[in-house]
């Protein structure tokens, strides 16, 4: 079966999260992603937390999977020359390296567009290229810090808390995988390439549409009535505060305790109390008469003992019942709820394996290992999930392709501008 991005040559000199997230995407959609790796290191998540000695670490494996990889020092002249080759002959290249660092190799967007007016060149960076913070590297956190989410993350009486979901790296390779489609559509109107940016900053911005709508509501009106500190009497300052588990919308709804919670840390559902549904909630929750009472019938006045009935939730609803149990029962009220899953819930339940929303793939040198597979489901076609390439392990394969003779690519080898270190590793070590 033809995949849709069949035929798309995508070079891919990224590393960490951000940038790796968005070319696997890529890769899974059919496109041919060459990982371009430093010679002997590779991307530096190679070797990050490993579990297992001298095997690739699954901070790569899940990152990388689909892509072939070629190790090729572009500071040398020998490796520029590699690189310019590679530009005429793709249609996308991707980088998140830190600032400044594709132009000090010599590689701006200018001299890409000369090479080849129809590359679209895909850049992640921390802040965006007019901020004041432009020239910082960024991790994760720091996204999330600059980007809003730890603000608003957490509770009320402690510090700002960052998610442990990957809210600015994976957050915005997806958003660059959005734009560099986009820009190959527009490709196919204009016959242009363009550079397209997303810094983790904006991209996270983007995830706090509703925050800015509560700053805008805060200013104008002193009061955010469905976050906690209204219920608990506690006022709002001048930003938007930290809810703690309250939600993001009109509709209040919090994490509420499940039998057993007092040993497993993941035995509670959230549960939300939908303003259109109170009668069926008054009912379920053994108060029917809460339905009509006006000390609880609407929102507002709901809202001040919103704890309180949460608490007599807990007591004399969820008590006895396990999460799913409490899930099962809810559910029949139609009551908007979840469990609260665990990680180890996630990596071995049944119906995400069965959608190929979590894989397990095969690897030459680790074997099996888990990975997310992709979250997007399609009815013309099922992206498949295969291995992360070895250090290496294509960079032969691409010179061929790129026409290099066999004593070109062997003189390239042995002045270490390209290498295949696997392929050393696997006569020795793997
Ligand atoms: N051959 C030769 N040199 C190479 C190379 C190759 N194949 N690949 C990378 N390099 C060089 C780079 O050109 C750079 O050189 P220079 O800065 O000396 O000019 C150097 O390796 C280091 O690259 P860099 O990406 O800056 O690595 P780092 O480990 O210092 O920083 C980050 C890592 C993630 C902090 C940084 O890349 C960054 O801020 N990226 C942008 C934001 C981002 O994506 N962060 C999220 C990561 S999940």
Not at 246 to 263: M, N
Request: net charge negative.
């Amino acid at each position: 079966m033809s995949l849709p991005l069949e035929g798309i040559k995508v070079i891919d000199m990224t590393g960490v999260q951000a940038g790796p997230a968005a070319t696997q995407m890529l890769a899974w959609f059919g496109a041919d992603v060459l990982k371009i790796e430093r010679v002997g290191e590779g991307d530096i998540t190679r070797r990050q937390l490993r579990d297992m000695p001298d095997v690739d670490a699954l901070y790569f494996t899940q990152l990388n999977s689909n892509k072939r990889s070629m190790e090729l020092n572009t500071k040398t002249p020998e490796g520029k020359a590699v690189l310019e080759k590679l530009i005429r002959e793709s249609d996308i290249l991707v980088e998140n390296f830190g600032p400044g660092a594709m132009d000090r190799m010599g590689f701006t967007w200018e001299y890409m567009q000369e090479l080849n007016p129809k590359i679209i060149f895909g850049s992640i960076k921390g802040f965006g290229e007019n901020s004041r913070y432009s020239d910082l590297k960024v991790y994760e956190n720091v996204a999330q810090a600059a980007g809003g989410s730890a603000s608003v993350t957490g509770f009320w009486d402690g510090p700002p808390t960052v998610a442990g979901s990957a809210l600015g790296d994976s957050n915005t390779g997806m958003h660059l995988v959005i734009g560099i489609l986009t820009a190959l559509r527009m490709r196919d109107q204009t016959g242009k390439g363009q550079k397209v940016s997303v810094s983790m900053q904006d991209a996270n911005i983007n995830l706090n549409r509703v925050k800015l709508r509560d700053q805008m509501r805060l200013e104008k009106t002193g009061h955010l009535q469905e976050y906690p500190q209204a219920g608990l009497g506690l006022g709002f300052g001048e930003a938007v505060p930290r809810g703690g588990n309250a939600g993001g919308g009109g509709q209040p709804g919090w994490v509420l305790k499940c039998k057993g919670w007092e040993e497993d840390p993941n035995a509670y559902i959230y549960m939300t109390i939908q303003g259109q549904n109170w009668k069926r909630t008054a009912e379920a929750i053994g108060k029917p008469e809460w339905a009509e009472d006006p000390e609880y019938a609407t929102a507002e006045a709901r809202m001040p003992k919103i704890f309180d009935i949460f608490k007599y939730i807990e007591e004399n609803v969820l008590a006895d019942k396990t999460k799913d149990e409490a899930v099962d029962y809810l559910r029949k009220f139609d009551i908007p709820c979840g469990p609260v899953k665990s990680m180890k819930e996630i990596a071995y339940d049944p119906d995400l394996r069965e959608s190929g929303t979590i894989v397990e793939v095969e690897h030459k040198a680790r074997g099996k290992y888990l990975t997310v597979g992709c979250p997007i489901k399609f009815t013309a076609f099922k992206p498949e999930i295969k291995e992360s390439p070895l250090l290496g392990e294509h960079t032969v394969e691409a010179l061929q392709q790129l026409g290099y003779s066999e004593a070109e690519i062997k003189e390239l080898l042995d002045k270490k501008v390209v290498g295949e270190t696997v392929h050393l590793k696997l006569a020795t070590e793997i």
